[in-house]
């Protein structure tokens, strides 16, 4: 039925953020000039993991995968010549949110806007990090409580702030399946909730309940994603009114925006990613009952490396197309009493409703962690068992693999490449900011921040007043690290073998007589160094391997190449395997591999997997390391026959 007015396009974004905040600045300037109509800013992993540049656990990730803000400065260089008070701007950032929205608050004083008008969202949701994206600070209960910190100060000085954004963005990215991401995200939002109810008033709860907002993903199976996104607009409308009461209907309203899929694309024929994010677009547009109110697409070359600005602006594209040229938003539903859809939709949550009640048994989101952490683990190794056997088709992956080169890749490989020369420019300029500051006013800041912090007081008002004394995100963190502790999040990755061994017989007869020949299990190192918390290649990887047979090591993620050395020496390691996404691989290999040498263990065989384009896979090999993986090679038992093969006694591939 048409629509009698028509709809309003939802806010087009583009995630962008690299380098250096000056060059970001210039990025979203011109992105706003083509027709961007809010902000989506991505930080570097150390300031997403509340480090300093010139920490140790940033060397080789700063301004990697995002923008570094270490300081107030950064923060008014990020946004020169941006009118905050005209801007809706979205901040992926979690464990550092309080800290990033003050130095923004801070900012949008200096342009003399109204605070009580800023409008966008900090991500802001811990549960997610300890799940599958890794960017976590300080344990659970403290991190909860931060985030209501966040809630509650926005609810009183920038109301149409979005405090917190519960993300099930990242849980598809883990693996999980539909019902997975509508149970896990909608139990993180009542942990939020419940931890929020007793700070308001009652009468003000509902509108506090009004002000989450969700980030979710939309996969390949598009109408499976489309009938998802309706299960979560009537799951969440059902928690609002029957969970928490809350009568008005505005209040219950799920309001949500979107990234598509990333998992899905394809080093292999990439430009074929096109059309997946094109079909992938159209499960959360489709549908106006359950239509995203702000959608960021991935560039086609995100399995290769850091898009360039064309390829965001090809993306943007893609949305102005659908929003401007075509007809769409122009009709009501067009999915209102289908038959398929509402079965879909009614199963969807049949599955998320045992799953939330499974949950509830456990005592909540937070109890449950590792529960939901070792079933995204499972559910990715299905998929990925899927694929390796040919069930689910991938083209250009399992079928239909012979293809033209891509002209889309010539000259300068496709990618952009941030310059190594950014990361000592950067602690130039951290060094003279903290030499240009009253160190009496940081100190001061510092004092009243740790103790608002160790006497469960709001942090936001503190934070503000140390953004504004020239306090820095590695400083801001170290008080929370003091005050709370740090945290080691679950691996989901259990010790013994899996009753999933089919197809696994000959490996484990090769694992066995490696073995016999070694003396001992052939013992596998899996490290994550660096700051990159994408672990599902690492948990995989040791999964298999562990499947195999292997004797595996895996502690998990943010490792310096010191620690996974002494644990090669420690554990008398035969293989290490290093996976690194953020494009740090060249630094953190270097420097593990001159240290390897260092410790007597030049001949322990390394390989390396990762995000890594073919003249950096060259430098590697140089450098030593035995073999080098990315996402093309899917096929796991291929990567376990290299390590028998690696780790035989008489080998000689690792020289």
């Known amino acids: 039925m048409l629509h009698p007015q028509k709809d309003r396009p939802w806010l087009i974004r ?54 570094p803000v270490g300081h107030l400065g950064d923060m008014r260089a990020l946004f020169k010549d941006i009118p905050l008070d005209q801007m809706n701007t979205s901040m992926t950032i979690n464990a550092t949110a309080p800290w990033l929205l003050s130095l923004y608050i801070a900012v949008a004083e200096e342009q003399g806007a109204d605070i009580s008008a800023l409008q966008g969202t900090v991500q802001n949701d811990l549960i997610k990090e300890y799940l599958s994206r890794g960017t976590y600070i300080c344990p659970p209960a403290p991190s909860m409580k931060m985030i209501a910190d ?56 509902p509108a506090l309940v009004g002000r989450i907002s969700f980030f979710v993903n939309a996969g390949i199976r598009f109408v499976t994603e489309m009938c998802k996104m309706r299960a979560f607009v009537d799951l969440w409308d059902e928690i609002c009114k029957n969970r928490y009461g809350v009568e008005d209907a505005k209040y219950r309203r799920f309001r949500y925006g979107v990234q598509v899929n990333s998992l899905g694309l394809t080093e292999q024929q990439p430009e074929n990613n096109v059309y997946r994010i094109l079909i992938e677009m159209l499960a959360v547009t489709l549908s106006k009952k359950a239509r995203a109110r702000a959608v960021q697409l991935p560039a086609w070359n995100e399995a290769l490396g850091l898009p360039r600005p064309w390829d965001q602006q090809w993306s943007m594209r893609m949305q102005q197309i659908m929003a401007y040229e075509t007809d769409l938003l122009e009709f009501d539903d067009l999915f209102d009493g289908n038959p398929a859809v509402d079965a879909k939709v009614e199963a969807l949550k049949t599955g998320a409703r045992a799953e939330l009640a499974n949950i509830d048994r456990m005592g909540g989101a937070i109890s449950a962690i590792d529960y939901m952490k070792g079933r995204l683990v499972d559910s990715n190794a299905e998929r990925l068992g899927r694929i390796e056997a040919g069930e689910t088709i991938v083209v250009g992956v399992n079928k239909w693999q012979k293809g033209e080169p891509s002209p889309l ?42 103790s608002a912090a160790a006497e469960s007081r709001n942090i936001m008002p503190a934070s503000i007043k140390a953004a504004k004394a020239g306090v820095t995100t590695g400083e801001w963190a170290a ?25 696994l017989d000959d490996l484990r007869d090769a694992v066995d007589a490696v073995s016999d020949k070694l003396g001992r299990r052939l013992k596998f190192l899996v490290g994550k160094p660096g700051l990159d918390g994408h672990s599902n290649g690492a948990e995989q ?74 003249d950096d896979a060259d430098r590697l090999r140089t450098m030593g390391v035995a073999r080098v993986y990315t996402p093309k090679d899917f096929e796991l038992n291929m990567i376990m026959q290299d390590i028998v093969t690696l780790a035989e006694p008489s080998s000689k591939a690792a020289e």
């Open 14 to 67: 583009t995630y962008a953020g690299h380098s250096t905040a000056s060059a970001s600045n210039a990025l979203y300037r011109d992105n706003l000039a083509k027709g961007q109509t809010g902000l989506s800013v991505a930080f570097d992993l150390p300031t997403q993991t509340g480090y300093d540049s010139d920490h140790i656990l940033s060397r080789g990730e700063v301004g990697k995968v995002g923008v």
């Open 150 to 205: 966040v809630a509650e100060y926005c609810y009183t000085h920038v109301p149409k702030w979005n405090p917190m954004n519960v993300c099930s963005y990242h849980l598809q990215e883990a693996g999980a399946t539909p019902e997975q991401e509508l149970s896990f995200a909608l139990a993180t939002a009542t942990a939020v909730l419940d931890a929020l109810k007793p700070r308001v008033p009652a009468e003000d709860f």
């Open 409 to 450: 890749m010539t000259g300068d490989g496709g990618i952009m490449v941030v310059d190594p020369a950014v990361e000592a420019e950067q602690i130039d300029r951290l060094n003279a900011w903290r030499g240009a500051r009253d160190q009496a006013a940081v100190d001061a800041a510092l004092t009243e921040l740790r």
């Open 479 to 503: 008080e929370m690290r003091k005050v709370h502790g740090e945290y080691r999040g679950p691996t989901g990755v259990a010790a013994g073998q899996s009753n999933k061994t089919e197809g």
């Open 541 to 614: 990887i040791a999964v298999r391997a562990r499947d195999c047979g292997m004797d595996i090591a895996y502690e998990g993620i943010r490792l310096t190449p010191t620690e996974i050395v002494t644990a090669a020496v420690q554990d008398g390691a035969h293989v290490v395997g290093l996976s690194i996404l953020s494009g740090s691989h060249i630094p953190l290999v270097e420097d593990l591999m001159t240290q390897m040498r260092d410790a007597g263990l030049g001949h322990i065989p390394v390989i390396v997997g990762g995000i890594i384009p073919d």
